[in-house]
C-alpha cells in the first residue's frame, strides 16, 4: 500500500455544486495533514491544515479519521476558481525525523 | 512580503551535462526544502534543511545530486551527471519553525527541468 494515496481524478463538477474527496494513508503513527491546492504550472500552497476535530474555512471543510486513516476534504458551492489540483500531505515520524509525504494530487475541473 | 526566489526559472541540458539550481527562501525561515515534482505527481522531497544543517536527506539520489545552504540562508541543488529521468520541476520550499512540519511551507516558483 502506498504512503499517501489519493484518486487523480479528475472529477468534473458542475458550479455550484459541493464535491469531496478523500486521501488515505497507510502510517498509523502519521501526525500532521494538510491540503495544498495547486494551479497548472504553478507553485503549490496551502489551502488548509486538517485538525483532529476537523476544520472549516468558508466553503471548504477538512475532516480526519483516524481510525480508518483518510482525510478529506469537501468544497461547496463550488466556483470556476477551484479548478486545480488538490495534493494531500501527511508526516509522519520516523527515527526521530519527520517524514513528509505529498500524494499524487486529486484533478478538479469546474464547468460552468 | 518576499517569496521564496529561484533561479532559473527553466533549464534544458543534455544527459550527462550538469546544472545547478539556486533558491532564497523567505527571509527568517528557518527551514529549506528541496522537492522534485515529476509531470502528474506530487512533489517528493529530496532534502531538507534547518538552517544550515540536512534534517533529512534520505529520497535524496546522493550518486547524482547535492545540495548544501552553507550560511543557513540561500541554497543550491546540482544534478551531475543528469539522467533522462531527472525532467521535472525543481521546488525550493520554506517554513518558519523548525524540524516540526506544523507550519506552512512557502514555495517558490521552480525550475523547470528538461534533459534531452
Redesign the interface.
Known amino acids: 500500500r502506498k504512503e499517501v494515496e489519493q484518486d487523480p481524478g479528475p472529477f468534473n463538477v458542475p458550479e455550484g455544486a459541493t464535491v469531496a474527496f478523500n486521501c488515505t494513508y497507510s502510517n498509523s503513527a502519521s501526525q500532521s495533514f494538510f491540503w495544498y491546492r495547486q494551479d497548472c504550472r504553478k507553485e503549490p500552497k496551502l489551502l488548509m491544515s486538517v485538525y483532529s476535530s476537523g476544520n472549516e474555512d468558508g466553503r471548504f471543510t477538512a475532516q480526519l479519521n483516524r481510525a480508518s486513516q483518510y482525510i478529506s476534504l469537501l468544497i461547496r458551492d463550488s466556483k470556476l476558481s477551484d479548478s486545480a489540483t488538490y495534493l494531500c500531505v501527511v508526516t509522519f515520524l520516523m527515527n526521530r525525523d519527520d517524514k513528509i509525504i505529498f500524494g499524487k494530487g486529486t484533478r478538479l475541473h469546474i464547468l460552468p | 512580503e518576499a517569496g521564496v526566489a529561484q533561479s532559473p526559472r527553466y533549464k534544458i541540458i543534455e544527459k550527462r551535462q550538469s546544472v545547478a539550481f539556486w533558491c532564497n527562501p523567505i527571509s527568517g525561515h528557518a527551514t529549506l ?1 528541496w ?1 522534485q515534482q515529476i509531470l ?6 529530496l532534502i ?1 534543511f534547518q538552517n544550515n544543517g540536512v ?2 536527506d ?1 529520497q535524496l539520489p546522493k550518486d547524482r545530486f547535492s545540495a548544501e545552504r552553507l550560511k543557513g540562508v540561500d541554497s543550491t541543488l546540482k544534478i551531475q551527471p543528469a539522467k533522462l529521468e531527472d525532467s521535472a520541476v525543481y ?1 525550493c520550499a520554506s517554513s518558519l519553525v523548525g ?4 507550519y ?2 512557502y ?4 525550475t523547470r527541468l528538461t534533459v534531452t
Do not use: I, N, R
Open positions: 526544502y522537492y502528474g505527481q506530487g512533489p517528493k522531497l531538507q534534517v533529512d534520505s521546488l524540524t516540526v512540519p506544523s506552512e511551507q514555495f517558490g516558483p521552480g
